[in-house]
């Protein structure tokens, strides 16, 4: 079992719909957990991060901690053209020297005119 | 603020030579990472410094790849000699202590033929 798991997608959305990007996780022992966003050809980018159970929002996205169920979840409303590109979860364990991120493959999201 | 800097941007090589990759984090930031993301998959982190310390290598091919933080500031990672499966992106980041957030260089891209 893969440490952290993402459906690859394509996920595909209309322009101003609600996109639902999904992660679970193995480690019972994490910690945190984020979401980063890679456009084609560039580097990830921190967009959101969630420490406890239950809603974080921040503007348009939505991130979503069910340790019980080793499952975190982002959400993005109104979704924009702009928002098109691979969305990554990324959980964090606890190693002597703390701060070990481990990322999924990615779920690719487009988002249609 | 600098971001993260890295170079070269692109590198080009054939099988069995090898190749050297530069890092610079952002100013103050006493964590530094190397990142090895091949196409259609998430970052994988290949060594994590604390100032000039070496944290994780546990991921790291030692017969072929090595890494280098002398100073506490840049590092250079290298790969000796190259082979076909190391073409992927090299991802520098960097953390303040205390702080979670990773912030990404822009990537090296590396084609080996």
């Known amino acids: 079992q893969k440490e952290v798991e993402q459906n690859s997608g394509p996920l595909s959305v209309p322009e101003g719909a609600i996109a639902s990007l999904n992660c679970t996780y193995s480690?019972?022992?994490?910690?945190?957990f984020f979401w980063y966003r890679q456009y084609s050809g560039k580097s990830p980018e921190l967009i959101m991060s969630i420490y406890s159970n239950g809603d974080k929002e921040d503007g348009r996205f939505t991130a979503q901690l069910n340790k019980a169920s080793q499952y975190v979840s982002l959400l993005i409303r109104d979704s924009q053209p702009s928002d098109s590109a691979t969305y990554l979860c990324?959980?964090?364990?606890?190693?002597?020297?703390?701060?070990?991120?481990?990322f999924g493959t990615g779920t690719q999201l487009k988002v249609e005119l | 603020e600098a971001g993260v800097a890295q170079s070269p941007r692109y590198k080009i090589i054939e099988k069995r030579q090898s190749v050297a990759f530069w890092c610079n984090p952002i100013?103050?930031?006493?964590?530094l990472y190397w990142y090895q993301q091949i196409l259609g998959q998430g970052p994988k982190l290949l060594i994590q410094f604390q100032n000039n310390g070496v944290v994780d290598d546990s991921q790291l091919p030692k017969d072929r790849f090595s890494a280098e933080r002398l100073k506490g500031v840049d590092s250079t990672l290298k790969i000796q000699p190259a082979k076909l499966e190391d073409s992927a992106v090299y991802l520098c980041?960097?953390?303040?202590?205390?702080?979670?957030?990773?912030?990404f260089g822009p990537g090296t891209r590396l084609l080996v033929l």
């Open positions: 990324a959980v964090r364990v606890l190693t002597g020297g703390g701060n070990k991120l481990t």
């Open positions: 480690d019972r022992v994490s910690q945190s």
């Open positions: 980041a960097s953390s303040s202590p205390g702080v979670e957030t990773q912030y």
């Open positions: 100013s103050g930031h006493a964590t």
